[in-house]
T-cell receptor, first 117, second 113 residues
Framework: DTAVSQTPKYLVTQMGNDKSIKCEQN?????MYWYKQDSKKFLKIMFS???????INETVPNRFSPKSPDKAHLNLHINSLELGDSAVYFC????????????????FGSGTRLTVV | GQQVMQIPQYQHVQEGEDFTTYCNSS?????IQWYKQRPGGHPVFLIQ?????EVKKQKRLTFQFGEAKKNSSLHITATQTTDVGTYFC?????????????FGTGTLLAVQP
């Protein structure tokens, strides 16, 4: 009954490879996100989808391509992995846009620790 | 661009001592949220404040949103070892892309038993 689930939890891969991370939420939320957390714990938004539509696309290299087949799923594909891509990637979801209803915030998945060697 | 800074970066306290982390935004926020991330875990939503000057309490945690809606604080009374983790504030810029939640730099709290 996990609310936001990400797979895989760990990913170790060589430079130049292509990899995907999958995310699914069973909360009925309309909006999903990808955040990147670096080694200093900074959390930075990468992408946001609302009802399968791309809403936010931060200054992320175009090697990163999100895909949302439906509003419950948001996947992240990364081409030509580089050492600097090593980080923890979090998927998150929320009920809607901006300020949330009282008592609600973003629900995060458990994260995918990507290590590029 | 919008920046949200937190101080201190790191705080080490003895169990039973109080703890406060401060959050400052370069722009006015429409709301402030607080999250806790345990070591090795993921951010977990604690609370949201939306009104200028708002104060909310959750047991030993007190959250405050500044009058100008550019700063916030989280105060923990009588810390316990279960309080260990990184505390993040996060906010939406007033008048900005409404679903772009910007996270603060975080404060790592260590509690010594």
């Amino acid at each position: 009954d996990t609310a936001v689930s990400q797979t895989p939890k760990y990913l170790v891969t060589q430079m130049g490879n292509d990899k995907s991370i999958k995310c699914e939420q069973n909360l009925g939320h309309d909006t999903m996100y990808w955040y990147k957390q670096d080694s200093k714990k900074f959390l930075k938004i990468m992408f946001s989808y609302n009802n399968k539509e791309l809403i936010i696309n931060e200054t992320v290299p175009n090697r990163f391509s999100p895909k949302s087949p439906d509003k419950a799923h948001l996947n992240l594909h990364i081409n030509s992995l580089e050492l600097g891509d090593s980080a923890v990637y979090f998927c998150a979801s929320s009920q809607g846009w901006g300020s949330q209803p009282p008592g609600y915030g973003y629900t995060f998945g458990s994260g995918t620790r990507l290590t590029v060697v | 661009g919008q920046q949200v800074m937190q101080i201190p970066q790191y705080q080490h306290v003895q169990e039973g001592e109080d703890f406060t982390t401060y959050c400052n935004s370069s722009t006015t926020l429409s709301n402030i949220q607080w999250y806790k991330q345990r070591p090795g875990g993921h951010p977990v939503f604690l609370i949201q404040l939306v009104k200028s000057g708002e104060v909310k309490k959750q047991k030993r945690l007190t959250f405050q949103f500044g009058e100008a809606k550019k700063n916030s604080s989280l105060h923990i009374t009588a810390t316990q070892t279960t309080d260990v983790g990184t505390y993040f504030c996060a906010g939406h810029r007033e008048g900005g892309a409404t679903n772009k939640l910007i996270f603060g730099t975080g404060t790592l709290l260590a509690v010594q038993p």
